[in-house]
């Protein structure tokens, strides 16, 4: 347990409520914290405030595979204090704001809301990480996921509509389910990545729906010859991602979608070679994994299997397909759509992924 360590709130309040119990967001309150935990969630969110709180002067995190293959990455505890104040500041977050933690610590997202609550004197409430999340109380600012926040919206219509501020991010925003929602709070879609300390750029999706991005203070951003993204963060240094993006001005981008194969599904960021590589001991033939636009997930990752029709056991092979995709692979890599349909070959013969 970390016996000093670094304070970045002197003056401030937070504190941090599990499972009925608050705390002060402090370091003494860590041997308490430790005592009353017992779910693995909750743990972890402990466990993140021990390092936090502790003498290293770095956060290790591990990248998502924004710009490139998963790695790991230090952050400076200072960087993600920085961070933490241009959100703050952005949404008018005052001490004693009322916010809702609901993603899991071990990424970006999650540990930036206790640093947020922290640095900014936040009263927080950590519920377990889940599909459809249940805070108890009405909530002044709250970041989730796409899907989270649909589902949260569906199940808990008085919590949502009493929410002020929500931010989605970790996943392409689909704007068309807010357009029959009841009584909303104001929604703002965050845009960023682990390198770049969660969101750097932010755009309203309610009640306006901005079509552009606009950086946060600090961040500007152009693009290479591809028209892919590339960032200069606030300490002088350049982040070239493999997003597509039509730049406006230095402070103001459109996304227009991935230039590489990852596909982001709810947030969970999903290598379709990967899946392949297991799906080949069940598939004999030609068949490749690719994301297509969907409503609640953002993208959704389809299997098209080489055929120019469909086999006669189109429902059988489909269940074979599926029950054993959700009985070996993780369970967001399941694909949610099987085809049979024409793959294209190149000119060497290699198969092409579906591009949409």
């Known amino acids: 347990m970390a016996q000093s360590g670094l304070i970045f709130n002197a003056g401030m309040n937070g504190t941090l409520t599990l499972d009925g119990r608050t705390w002060p967001l402090r370091l003494e309150s860590l041997e308490s914290m430790h005592n009353a935990v017992h779910e693995p969630w909750q743990e972890a969110i402990v466990d993140f405030l021990d390092r936090w709180w502790g003498n290293e002067e770095t956060v290790q995190v591990h990248t998502s595979g924004s710009t490139g293959d998963p790695r790991p990455l230090a952050h400076s505890k200072a960087d993600m204090v920085d961070s933490a104040h241009r959100t703050i500041q952005h949404f008018g977050l005052t001490p004693g704001t009322k916010a809702g933690l609901a993603m899991p610590v071990q990424f970006i997202g999650g540990m930036m809301m206790l640093v947020r609550a922290e640095a900014g004197g936040w009263n927080l409430t950590a519920v377990q990480p889940q599909a459809t999340p249940n805070f108890g109380d009405a909530l002044d600012f709250v970041a989730l996921t796409p899907s989270q926040a649909q589902a949260w919206q569906r199940a808990h ?35 960023g990545m682990t390198e770049t300390i969660s969101h ?22 152009s693009t290479d010859n591809r028209n892919a993204l590339r960032i200069e963060l606030p300490d002088g240094q350049t982040l070239q991602t493999n997003d597509a993006a039509e730049v406006q001005h230095a402070q103001s981008f459109r996304w227009l979608g991935r230039l590489d194969d990852v596909v982001n599904s709810g947030g969970i960021k999903i290598h379709p070679a990967l899946v392949e590589r297991e799906l080949a001991s069940i598939i004999p033939g030609p068949f490749a994994c690719y994301g297509a636009p969907d409503v609640k997930w953002g993208q959704a990752l389809v299997l098209r299997i080489h055929a120019h029709q469909e086999p006669e056991d189109v429902d059988r092979e489909r269940a074979r397909i599926a029950t054993w995709a959700e009985g070996n692979l993780p369970r967001r890599h399941v694909p949610k759509r099987i085809e049979w349909l024409p793959l294209e070959a190149t000119a060497s013969g290699k198969w092409k992924r579906p591009r949409i």
Do not use: M
Request: contains cysteine; proline residues 12%.
């Open 200 to 221: 750097f750029a932010v755009r309203q999706l309610h009640p306006t729906c901005e079509p552009s991005f606009r950086c946060l203070p600090g961040f500007t951003v």
């Open 157 to 191: 219509p008085a919590e949502w509509s009493s929410c002020k501020q929500l931010l989605v991010g970790g996943g392409q925003s689909p704007a068309a389910w807010l357009k029959d929602a009841p009584a909303a709070p104001e929604i703002h879609e965050g845009f």
